[in-house]
């Protein structure tokens, strides 16, 4: 999760990451996947599902971020069990869509896809009203 921060000794704006780890298997009770994945997204408005060591996850965490958007970031190689497993699903879930299973972006609890599909949408000014529809964005 990216939260900003004003540092005292001058005006501007730092960004900090932070990140959500997946929750355990008593914390969401469903043993499927897809119904996690459902539960997950549900509980903010942006939602990233990444690796730590993937470029491309990098590249649309930082896209979000400079655009003053409070993401919650869900790295699925620091949980090795529960981590896999969502990955799967969310390649499952895109289909012959994308080769890929990361990065996958939720805004108000939709799937907008990969990275093409994320930044197809900021090209064509599409994805600032749906941070804005999903209350990620105020201005």
């Known amino acids: 999760m990216y939260y900003k921060s004003n ?3 001058s005006s501007s704006i730092t960004w900090e990451w932070h990140y959500d780890y997946l929750p355990t298997s008593r914390q969401i ?24 060591s993937c470029c491309m996850c990098h590249a649309v965490k930082r896209l979000f971020c400079g655009m003053g958007v409070n ?5 699925l190689d620091q949980d090795p069990f529960l981590g896999k497993e969502i990955e799967r699903a969310l390649l499952s879930w895109l289909g012959d869509y994308s080769k890929t299973s990361v990065p996958v972006v939720f805004i108000g609890g939709k799937l907008v896809g990969a990275m093409d599909r994320v930044m197809a949408s900021h090209i064509n000014g ?13 201005l």
């Open 7 to 9: 540092s005292d000794s």
């Open 29 to 52: 009770s469903n043993s499927d996947p897809l119904e996690r994945i459902v539960k997950l997204v549900s509980r903010s408005a942006v939602v990233i599902f990444s690796r730590s």
């Open 126 to 138: 599409t994805l600032v009203p749906l941070l804005k529809e999903a209350g990620a964005l105020w």
């Open 71 to 75: 993401a919650t970031v869900y790295e």
